[in-house]
């Protein structure tokens, strides 16, 4: 049995978990750490389940197509052909839900999975015909990963930096204002840098600034969580793309009193 509403529960046989089309060769896509948490908790809720068969008659009667497009677009003729299966999609498919023609609005979608209630209102807000199938999941990380070891910490802090788009000002600022304060930046920038060398400096750290304007969910903050390091992550709650201001955004949709404080200006800093 699973829940796909607040409501709504049926049966299955088997779950398929697509990141790449059926029976054709493809790169796998979406990011490995939301593949990684859906894999290991079916496992640990013993679901039966299959991840990227290589054949049609393999895919189950129900499918969870996480990344790719193309194997969404095939999940929606497969169940055409068979209207008995159900079919979510999400969270990492696309950035609105208008994009790749539109897919992702499809009548045939039972449920569009978005990992946060800020990319759930966003969702809705461009394609209101979806706005009662969203579902909000976010991605877990592997606690014995990301758990830190008794080791002493100095002056030592993590600046992670995403927001490259908008420059290095922002970052130079931060940097200028730690070594003010005698503290020793780490800096780590998206995009650059190996699970192991992440997890090394979380280890090192008294806490950390995180520079992105926006996160659907923010991984990289959850594994900072995870290694019990406090985190200060830069929020302006203000984000502009293809001309539209976004009404609901956050950089840190799961951020509480007990991981840190988010900030929007230096001087706040």
Sequence with gaps: MIFIGN?????????????????????????????????????????TYNYNPSLISEVGDVIIVLANTQALQQAIEIKKMRPQTTLLAG???????IDDGGVLTSSIIDRVIVPSEPTRHMYAEISPNIKNRIGIWYAGIDAEQWSPRALEKGRQVLLYWKNQQEGPSL????????????????????????????????????????????????????????????????NPQYRENRGRVYSAVSSCPYLSSFTGRDWQNIQEL
Excluded: C
Aim: glycine share 6%.
């Design 91 to 97: 969270p990492n498919l696309v950035v609105w839900p």
């Design 171 to 234: 970052k130079n600022q931060v940097l200028d204002l730690l070594r003010k304060y005698q503290w020793d930046p780490i800096l780590i920038e998206y995009g650059k840098y190996s699970f192991q060398q992440y997890r090394n400096v979380l280890d090192r750290v008294k806490f950390g600034i995180f520079l992105s304007r926006s996160e659907s969910q923010g991984i990289a903050l959850a594994e900072a969580w995870g290694m019990d390091v406090v985190t200060l992550p830069w």
């Design 7 to 47: 409501n709504s529960l049926f049966s299955f046989e088997k779950i398929t978990v697509l990141t790449h089309p059926v029976a054709k060769r493809g790169t796998v896509e979406g990011h490995k750490e939301v593949t990684r948490s859906l894999l290991a908790g079916l496992r640990a809720l013993n679901v």
